[in-house]
């Protein structure tokens, strides 16, 4: 049997332990751990886990991962997503769909010093949801702008997933913060285009608030001096050489829990609350990479990843349709997978594919940068997608009286702009690489 077809056959028996309903890095373990067997045998197998755990946690680079985690915990306790909500709105609230479209952008400022789209979804959720109902917004209007921004935590930089995968493919951080960045503002821009076309379609869904004087929209803006300062100060000195990233996530945790204490939100009870948080976080992204190392280290011994590679690339298919293909998978996955999942399992599989096929002319390291940005925006829309949309189910947990099926329907404009802004990274993909000449 060919290693293509044992990692298949593999494969689909940890699909079919996640519709047992097992836990994805106990499937991975579980189905990788037969496959190490099947092909290695089972002394072999107990070899390599007796130091899988250590070799994978002792990376320095993955370090950074409870940092942002636990930089996301304060800046959600020190009250920055209001601030940045209430800019918003005192900025755009007075135009049609205005207080949604500042919901998005709040949660894009949320996003750059949180990573991640949960947390975005349910602080901005708390903070936006509320006001959006009070001045009449349509409830499926109000809950699908704010599921739909919350899927920016993941690519406004910093991302955890985004550290993920520059580790998986031995790329550099800071590079993919910064190219991350442009698609993000347009991601954000996008979702706003959507907001106003839907106010304009129908005006009742999205009415406009009152006008902030002048005097009004610049206090609301001083009160976010904190979210730019830790934004510039961390991506900033990731990009300039002055931090690592680590180091660079360091100085934001120390930042963010100062505004979180200076603004009276951080005491004792939520300094516990803030480490438990990020705790359970880190453990299950912890647990999910052993998971992916033994289901990875299985398809090694097969040799898929690279038989598959020669496979595709010698079948003489167009490169555009052999991403087509991928993205295709992803958009599948992201209806049954969490996010970073997606990543750890094809990422080693997916990766080596990309690299041997020729796109645009782009050298390796702007290749594999794209290709990053461009997995972690399919992987966004996961977040959004019916049956498994985890943003939606975190809004609709706040709006029990709005039926999902509501939220999923206000969704739809939204994946319409995310299919657009696919097809503008991929055929031009210096828009995720002009970032890195400066």
């Known amino acids: ?5 044992q ?3 593999i494969a689909g028996l940890m699909i079919v332990l996640l519709a047992l309903r097992m836990h994805i890095a106990m499937a991975m373990m579980v189905a990788g751990s037969i496959g190490y067997v099947w092909v290695a045998g089972l002394d072999p197998l107990l070899n390599y886990m007796k130091n899988a755990a250590f070799a994978r946690y002792s990376v ?4 950074v991962v409870p940092l942002f985690l636990l930089m996301g915990q304060f800046a959600t306790h020190g009250g920055l997503s209001k601030a940045l909500f209430r ?12 207080m949604a479209m500042a919901a998005v952008g709040a949660c894009a400022g949320f996003g750059a010093i949180c990573g991640s789209s949960l947390a975005t979804a349910a602080t901005m959720g708390q903070v936006a949801l509320p006001e959006l109902r009070n001045h009449k917004y349509s409830p499926r209007l109000a809950t699908a702008a704010i599921a739909a921004g919350g899927t920016l935590g993941i690519l406004i930089p910093p991302s955890v997933p985004l550290v993920i995968y520059a580790i998986l493919t031995e790329q550099n951080i800071a590079k993919l913060f910064v190219a991350a960045f442009i698609p993000g503002i347009i991601a954000m821009i996008g979702y706003m285009l959507v907001i106003a076309i839907v106010a304009r379609l129908d005006p009742s869904a999205a009415p406009a608030g009152e006008r902030v004087s002048w005097s009004g929209r610049l206090a609301a803006l001083v009160d976010t001096w904190p979210v730019l300062l830790i934004f510039v100060t961390v991506i900033g000195g990731i990009y300039g050489g002055f931090f690592t990233p680590t ?10 829990a100062f505004v979180a204490w200076q603004s009276g939100g951080l005491n004792r009870r939520s300094l516990l609350a803030c480490l438990y948080g990020t705790a359970q976080a880190t453990a299950m992204i912890f647990l999910i990479l052993l998971g992916a190392d033994i289901m990875n280290v299985f398809l090694a011994l097969t040799q898929m990843p690279t038989e598959l590679a020669k496979w595709v690339v010698g079948l003489g298919y167009s490169p555009l349709l052999i991403l ?13 997978m969490d996010s970073l999942s ?6 080693p599989i997916f990766f080596p594919i990309i690299m041997g096929t020729d796109y645009w002319g782009l050298d390796p390291e702007g290749k594999a940068i794209w290709f990053g940005i461009l997995a972690l925006m399919v992987v966004e829309i996961g977040l959004i997608t019916p049956p498994v949309g985890m943003n939606v189910f975190i809004i609709s947990s706040m709006a029990k009286d709005v039926p999902m099926k509501e939220t999923f329907k206000g969704i739809v404009p939204f994946l319409m702009s995310d299919a657009l802004r696919i097809m503008l990274i991929v055929f031009v993909p210096s828009i995720a690489l002009v970032a890195l000449r400066f």
């Not at 320095?60 to 370090?63: A, F, I, P, V």
């Not at 997606?342 to 990422?347: E, H, N, V």
Request: hydrophobic share 55%; glycine share 16%; with cysteine.
């Open 87 to 98: 800019a918003g709105n005192a900025m755009i609230g007075h135009w049609r769909g205005g």
């Open 7 to 9: 990692g298949l056959l």
């Open 1 to 5: 049997m060919s290693g293509i077809e």
């Open 247 to 256: 180091e660079a996530a360091s100085i934001g945790v120390l930042a963010t």
């Open 342 to 347: 997606m990543l750890l399992l094809t990422i």
């Open 60 to 63: 320095y680079d993955l370090s």
């Open 324 to 336: 087509a293909v991928i993205i295709g998978i992803y958009l599948f996955l992201g209806c049954i």
